[in-house]
C-alpha cells in the first residue's frame, strides 16, 4: 500500500510537468503569419518534451511496478527524479523561446543526462531491495544497453549543439526517444514468467 | 493494477487539461463593459472545451474498464490521445482570444478530429488483446455510428469555418457533445451482463 | 471501481482548482507598501476560497462515500458540479483585483449558488439509485437545513452585495463556510450504523 | 477506503504545489548574462522551497499510513496543512524576486512556522484516535526532538533574517531540511513491529 502512494504521488508530479508545458505557449491576438511564426520552435520543443517525459512515465511505471517495499532511499531517489524532470518545461520553453539557440540546446542535453543518471540511481535503489537473481533478470541486458546509448548520445549532444549544429543534438533526442518507444521484449517476459 | 496506474495518470493528465483552460480567462481590473466584453468568446469556448474534454473522460472511462492487461500498443495509443487533448487548451483560448475567426474554429475542428482518430486507436489497440466475439460485443454498433457521425460533423466544419460561417461549425461541434452526452444503453447493457 | 475513478478524477480536478488560485497572487518585485497593498484583497478571497473549495471537497467525499454504483445520471452531475467549482479561481481572482467591488462579489454568490444548486443535483442523482428508506437515512434533516440555509444566505448575499455593502456579503459567505465546518454528527451516526 | 481519498487529495495538492513551482521562473528571450542573472535566485529559493515540500510529502505519507479511521477533525487539520503548504510557492517567488531580501526571508520562515505548528495539529489529531500506547510508540522521541529543534531553527531564523544576515537564515532553512532527510529508525522499526 505504501507503495501505491508513491505512485500516486509521482503520477500526480509527472501528469501535471506534461501538462503545464502547453501552457508555455502563450496565445497571442492576431492569426498572420508574424504571430504565429514564434510558435513553431515552442511547438516543436514541446513534442520533443511530451516525448522525453512520457517515455520516463513508462519506465518509472514499470520499474516501480517491481517493488515490494519502499524504504527511505527509493523515496528520496524517486524525489530526486521528479526534481530533475521538473525543470523540464522551464528548458522546454526556454529552447523554444530562443529558437532553438546552441546554448539552450546544450542546457536541455545535460538536464536529459541529469534525469538519464537520476533514473538509474533510482534503479540502483531499487535493485538492492532484491536478491542478486531478482536483480540481475529485472536489469536486463537490453536495457542497460540502452541506458548506456542515451547517456553516451545525450553526452555527445552537448557539444555538438555548442560547435557544430543545435539540429543535429535535436535530431540525437529523437533518436534516444524512439529507441526507448520499441518495447523492451526482455522486461516484458521477465514480468510474466514472475 | 497496472491498469489502475494508467487509468489514474491518464485521470491526472485530463484533470489537469480540463482545469488549466480556465487560467486563460485572464482576470482584468475594472468592471466596465469595455474590459469585460473580450471574456465572452473566452467563456464561450471554454464551456465547449470544458464539454468536450468531460465527454472524453467519461468515454474513456468508459474504454478502460474493460481492459484486464496493459500492453505497449495501449499505453503508447493512450499517450497519444492525451498528446492531442493537451492543446485543446492552447486551440481554446487561441479561439476565445481572436473571438471565433474562421482560421481557429478551423484549427480547433482539426485538432476535434485528431482526438478522434486518437480515441479510435487506441480503441482498436484494446480490441486486439480480447477474442473477436468479446470485442465485437463492446464496439456497439451504436458507438462506431456515433464515431463516424463525429468524424464526418467535424470534417465538415473545417470548410464550413473557412468559407461559410464559423458559428455553423461552433453549432457542428455542440451537436457532436450533446449526441455524444445522450448515454449509449448498449454499452452500459453490455457491461451489466458481463 | 468504477466509483475509485470517478472519485480520483474529482479529486484531482478539486485538487488543482484549490491550488491553482495561488497563482493569482502575482509577485511583485518590491517590498514596500505600495507593492503589497494590492495583495491584501487577493489574500483575503484566497483563503475565502480555499474554504469554499475545501468544504465542497469534505461533502463530496461523504456523499460519493455512500454510491455503490455509478450511472449516467450521476456521472454528469458530478461534472455539471466541477464546472462551476473550476470557475471558483477565475471569480476569486476577479473579486482579489477588484478590491471586493459589489458587482465581482454579487457574481461570487451567484456562483456560490450555482455550485449549490449542482451539489444538491449530485445528491437527487445519487439518491435515486437507493431504495427510499435509505435515501431518507443519508438525506439527514440537519443536511437539508444546512443547504436551504446556505441557498437563502447566498441568495440574499447578491442583493446586498449591490445595494447595501460587499462586506456584508463576505460577512455571510464566512457564516455559511463556518457553519459547513461544523461536523453533522447525524451523517457519521449513519455511515456507522451502515 | 475513506483514508484512501485523504491520501489521494492530498497527494494532488502536494504534487501540484511541488509542481507550480516552476512556473514561477519566467522563460526569458535572449541568453546573456543580463537575462540570465534574475534567475539565479529564483532557481536556489526553488530547490529549497522543493526540498521543504518533499520532505513533508514523506512525512505525511508516514503519518497518514498509521491512520486507520479519518474523523472531522482530522480531514480539518489535514486541510489547515495544505492551506499552509499552498502558500509555498508564492513566499518562493516573492523571495527569489526580491533577491533573499531579509524582509522576504522572514516572511519564509514564519511561514514554515506555520506549517509546522500544522503538521503538529494534524499529529495530535491522528494521535486522538488511537490508544496511548501505540501513540507513544508512533511519536517517537527522536521524531519529537527534530519537531521542536525545527521550530527553534525556524523561530531564531525571522530575527535573524531581519538584523544580521538573510543567508544565515537561509543556512538554517537548509540545515533543518537536511536534518528531516535523515531517516527516522524509530519510525520504520515501529512500523515493522507492526
Known sequence: MEKNRLEAFS???IAIIITIMVLEMKVTE???WETL?????KFLSYILSFLFVAIYWVNHHH???TIKKVNAAIMWANMNLLFWLSL??????WMGENHFDKITVACYAALALCCGFSYNILQ??????YDEATAKRL???????????????YSIAIPIALFIHPFIS?????TVSIMWMIPDKNIERAFEEE
Chains 1, 2, 3, 4 share one sequence.
Not at 523540464?88 to 520553453?93: D, H, Y
Not at 535535436?170 to 529523437?174: D, H, Y
Open 11 to 13: 503520477d500526480g508530479v
Open 30 to 32: 492576431g492569426i498572420n
Open 37 to 41: 511564426k514564434p510558435l513553431i520552435p
Open 63 to 65: 520499474l516501480l511496478f
Open 88 to 93: 523540464v518545461p522551464f528548458a522546454t520553453a
Open 124 to 129: 540502483a535503489a531499487i535493485c538492492k531491495t
Open 139 to 153: 536489469m536486463t541486458k537490453q536495457s542497460s544497453w540502452k541506458s548506456i546509448t542515451s547517456i553516451v548520445l
Open 170 to 174: 535535436g535530431f540525437l533526442f529523437l
